[in-house]
T-cell receptor, first 113, second 114 residues
Framework: GQQVMQIPQYQHVQEGEDFTTYCNSS?????IQWYKQRPGGHPVFLIQLVKSGEVKKQKRLTFQFGEAKKNSSLHITATQTTDVGTYFCAGPGFAGNTGKLIFGQGTTLQVKP | NAGVTQTPKFQVLKTGQSMTLQCAQD?????MSWYRQDPGMGLRLIHYSVGAGITDQGEVPNGYNVSRSTTEDFPLRLLSAAPSQTSVYFCASSYSWDSNQPQHFGDGTRLSIL
């Protein structure tokens, strides 16, 4: 079945350093979503990418969707302690638009002040 | 606006006991789903529903049952709890079954099976 792989699993950075997490799918995705989960909290939707090669920015966060629509990345510039949490990518299941959203394993970001 | 409400927030069960985790949303969302979250495993889809009266299996359905008699409610049943079901369970909903829709998550139920 379809898999969504996310790397790295953990990342420790010094405050002010940049951070990137990568998401790779075994199949072409119609779209990809990104979520953030703070420690002890629940996942919160950040953004959705739909078009091949799409790039979207939210303040210090930059999201990219690969040209082949099989990979995506989230880049945080100049991390802050408020960026701490686990970042998940998610893509629709192989069956297409059935709403079967499959999540990657997540990347947990720790930021040292 | 309450969004997605899960109860209880915490529960401890003994092996073999049964339990129902409740999930309710007040956003008139068609799509609802259950995920379990384990360390290093991310969020794994247990069951989902694209509308009242319709349910389907996700990635890890064994040991769990669901039903969707109303648009608002999507309970998850553990018929005979096992230690391997110790996890954090999240319910999520979205406006429609279209996978383009962002998911709204509840606060989760932290379940321990002894």
């Amino acid at each position: 079945g379809q898999q969504v792989m996310q790397i790295p699993q953990y990342q420790h950075v010094q405050e002010g350093e940049d951070f990137t997490t990568y998401c790779n799918s075994s199949t072409t995705l119609s779209n990809i979503q990104w979520y953030k989960q703070r420690p002890g909290g629940h996942p919160v939707f950040l953004i959705q990418l739909v078009k091949s090669g799409e790039v979207k920015k939210q303040k210090r966060l930059t999201f990219q969707f690969g040209e082949a629509k099989k990979n995506s990345s989230l880049h945080i510039t100049a991390t802050q302690t408020t960026d701490v949490g686990t970042y998940f990518c998610a893509g629709p299941g192989f069956a297409g638009n059935t709403g079967k959203l499959i999540f990657g394993q997540g990347t947990t970001l720790q930021v040292k002040p | 606006n309450a969004g997605v409400t899960q109860t209880p927030k915490f529960q401890v069960l003994k092996t073999g006991q049964s339990m129902t985790l409740q999930c309710a949303q007040d956003m008139n969302h068609e799509y609802m789903s259950w995920y379990r979250q384990d360390p290093g495993m991310g969020l794994r889809l247990i069951h989902y529903s694209v509308g009242a009266g319709i349910t389907d299996q996700g990635e890890v359905p064994n040991g769990y049952n669901v039903s969707r008699s109303t648009t608002e409610d999507f309970p998850l049943r553990l018929l005979s709890a096992a230690p391997s079901q110790t996890s954090v369970y999240f319910c999520a909903s979205s406006y429609s079954w279209d996978s383009n829709q962002p998911q709204h998550f509840g606060d989760g139920t932290r379940l321990s099976i002894l």
